[in-house]
């Protein structure tokens, strides 16, 4: 069975749009899946905005991070830029109204795509990080876990002065510098066994870890409907709930400000910015 196709409605106009998304959220469980589109308003850009998706991104490879020691030494010194800005960011009204909805019960848990751990810093309990988070690092060797922020300290020792560089910063903590620059830039390994150290996201080219998964799983089938806020869904491991719910009947919900690949799926949809129409929708199912 397939939900009824996304209409908009052309009479409702925007309060009645939100006030038809409360009716249907009242007294479901929900389970909701976030994306970049969730922390544009804390200041971190998306991938697929309509601003972004100009910019051409050439994200690392995982298979080039690991093979390519030139590949780590571009990802490592763009990151250094990249990781005070990221650090900065604040939970915003989106995140807060979405942990409030958890604490009332209406919200099983998030699956979120995104690396910032802004839900849990915002007071959400259950978070599933489907492709990791940047606050940490892992060697590849032995395993060991160091905080992003000790390395930071490390790889700024190893390289004076490198924050005195002008960059932009990209959507996941990354920076864009190119060039001989880069050169120059001294990688660091593992602080116990001189290891290849990677951030503990899930980088193109690798797949989602498979408890990781089945915990994302478990938010979805415990729940009603699923909410989708702040994602384009072009990438499939977060779409996969979004195709599973349409197969099954259960309603899908969306709040972006742009086109998504559930347009056509979605029981009804919002169009609006995350923070504000997350604020109301949490005042109206008060
Ligand atoms: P995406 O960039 O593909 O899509 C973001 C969507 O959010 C767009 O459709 C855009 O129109 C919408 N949007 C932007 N600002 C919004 C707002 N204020 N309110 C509502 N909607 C808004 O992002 P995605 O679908 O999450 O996929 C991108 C991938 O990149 C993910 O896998 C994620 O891991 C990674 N990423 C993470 C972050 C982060 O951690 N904050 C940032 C960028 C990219």
């Not at 969730?38 to 991104?57: F, H, L, V």
Request: glycine content about 10%.
């Amino acid at each position: 069975m397939h939900p009824a196709a996304f209409v908009p409605h052309p009479s409702l106009g925007w309060e009645g749009e939100l006030s038809a998304l409360a009716s249907h959220l009242e007294g479901k469980r929900i389970a909701l899946l976030t994306g970049a589109g969730c922390s544009t308003e804390s200041g971190i850009p998306d991938y697929r905005g309509e601003e972004t998706s100009r910019r051409a991104r050439n994200p690392i490879q995982f298979r080039d991070f690991v093979r390519d020691e030139g590949g780590r030494r571009r990802y490592w010194a763009r990151s250094v830029l990249g990781w005070p800005r990221f650090l900065r960011a604040e939970p915003n009204r989106a995140h807060l109204s979405l942990a409030a909805l958890e604490a009332r019960g209406l919200v099983r848990g998030v699956i979120t795509q995104n690396v910032d751990r802004l839900h849990t810093r915002a007071g959400s309990r259950r978070v599933v990080e489907l492709h990791g988070a940047l606050e940490e690092v892992t060697c590849l060797s032995c395993g060991h876990v160091e905080h992003r922020g000790h390395l930071q300290e490390r790889l700024l020792a190893a390289n004076p002065s490198w924050l005195d560089r002008e960059a932009e910063i990209a959507p996941d903590g990354d920076a864009e510098l190119e060039g001989d620059v880069l050169q120059s830039f001294r990688v660091l390994g593992c602080e116990r066994c001189d290891g290849v150290l990677k951030p503990r996201v899930v980088f193109f080219g690798e797949g989602v870890p498979r408890p990781t998964v089945d915990a994302a799983w478990s938010i979805y089938e415990e729940s009603d409907c699923l909410l989708v806020v702040g994602s384009s869904l072009a990438v499939f491991s977060g779409y996969r709930f979004v195709r599973r719910a349409a197969l099954e009947g259960k309603p899908v919900f969306l709040v972006n400000v742009g086109a998504t690949r559930a347009d056509a799926v979605a029981t009804h949809r919002v169009q609006g910015t995350a923070g504000e129409v997350l604020e109301r929708l949490t005042a109206l199912l008060g």
